[in-house]
């Protein structure tokens, strides 16, 4: 069948209206949607669509505040090592893991993040600088959250909670979670802060990880866990330049003989690394009496990609039960550890972390 020039040109017209009018229609749309200004963590402002339909998280710690939000149904791409890491919020949202690529951590990649079109992008450990790249190079609206920590900046940490939660409507969630917190860490200083005979047992955290495991000398001054729970790190006054919260702190074995803590804990995740170092007939062995006494334990790992909270506040129990035992006997731990990453993750994955690293445990008979 021949089209006359006539046809032709009628086909085309009705082609090409057809085309105005969608594209037309998407850009309305887009033009359509309600936008409101916000106030990053950086003191940005950033223009954002009232409601938010998908989300990706970058860089340390983003993803895992979009699962504390139990705001997961709205990530539209992880980074790519997420898919394998062995976190705990991943142990509890193992649907993450089949999402599409954001690309590599700590940034992820400009061409899969256009892909994926997320609404807004959260961003932590970032720059005013390099959100307004982001921003700029991808057309996306770039959040920057700041992770805080557990001990110094717990209200900062709260407060990037607060924003991720206001811009999803997940507030009351928010809401929930910090108060579970703030109620937990005055249980712990309540029933530590007048222990039974006044004294406070002098304690000390080795081979805590950063970027993979490490040995015994590697510890932590501000070991969130000691503090809440009114024990005294023997770290905690080792000369600022020794600590590096990046990069990891570290000390002599010998400085750890000299002070010579009443109870000493190990990161887990080093131990396959610090287990020839403190066992029976290492030196540390000969020169601690918390080692000679069998009085060292296993702490889950807390450092990877960020802090974990829930790691930490759950070792901040057990290590309350180890130091006070008759201040915590009425604590069933199991239950209480259970309970803690069910409030954080909305589940309980400790089962799934002993096939990892093993339980919160006493180690002393597995170093003979």
Not at 75 to 99: D, G, H, K, N, V
Not at 146 to 166: K, N, P
């Amino acid at each position: 069948m021949r089209f006359s020039h006539f046809q032709y040109l009628l086909v085309s017209l009705l082609l090409i209206g057809f085309l105005t009018v969608g594209c037309s229609g998407e850009r309305a749309h887009q033009q359509d949607r309600e936008i409101r200004i916000i106030e990053d963590m950086l003191g940005r402002e950033v223009a954002i669509p009232v409601s938010i339909e998908s989300v990706v998280c970058l860089r340390a710690g983003a993803l895992r505040m979009l699962v504390y939000l139990d705001a997961t149904e709205y990530a539209a791409a992880i980074e790519e090592p997420e898919r394998t890491a062995e976190r705990p919020y991943l142990m509890a949202r193992s649907e993450l893991r089949l999402l599409p690529s954001a690309g590599p951590l700590m940034g992820g990649d400009l061409e899969l993040l256009v892909a994926a079109a997320p609404d807004v992008i959260f961003m932590t450990f970032t720059t005013s600088g390099q959100a307004d790249q982001l921003q700029s190079r991808t057309g996306i609206p770039v959040i920057a959250l700041e992770y805080g920590d557990f001990s110094h900046r717990r209200d900062t940490f709260f407060e990037s909670l607060q924003l991720m939660a206001s811009v999803l409507g997940k507030e009351e969630r928010a809401d929930q979670l910090i108060a579970y917190v703030e109620d937990s860490l005055e249980n712990l200083n309540h029933r530590t802060s007048n222990p039974a005979g006044g004294d406070q047992p002098s304690v000390y955290i080795g081979g805590v990880s950063y970027s993979g495991t490490q040995g015994i000398s590697s510890t932590e001054p501000f070991y969130p866990p000691f503090r809440f729970v009114n024990a005294s790190n023997v770290a905690e006054n080792i000369s600022e330049r020794m600590v590096n919260p990046i990069q990891g702190t570290f000390v002599d074995k010998e400085q750890i003989i000299l002070w010579n803590p009443d109870v000493m804990f190990v990161d887990l995740a080093s131990l396959s690394v610090t287990r020839s170092e403190i066992s029976i007939g290492s030196p540390l062995y000969s020169g601690t009496s918390a080692l000679r006494n069998g009085q060292v334990y296993g702490l889950l790992p807390y450092n990877n990609y960020a802090a974990n909270y829930e790691n930490i506040l759950a070792n901040s129990w057990y290590v309350g039960s180890v130091l006070y035992p008759e201040a915590f006997s009425d604590v069933d731990l199991q239950k209480k550890v259970n309970e803690v990453f069910e409030a954080f993750l909305g589940r309980s994955v400790y089962e799934d972390m002993q096939k990892v690293w093993g339980e919160l445990r006493r180690l002393d008979r597995e170093l003979l």
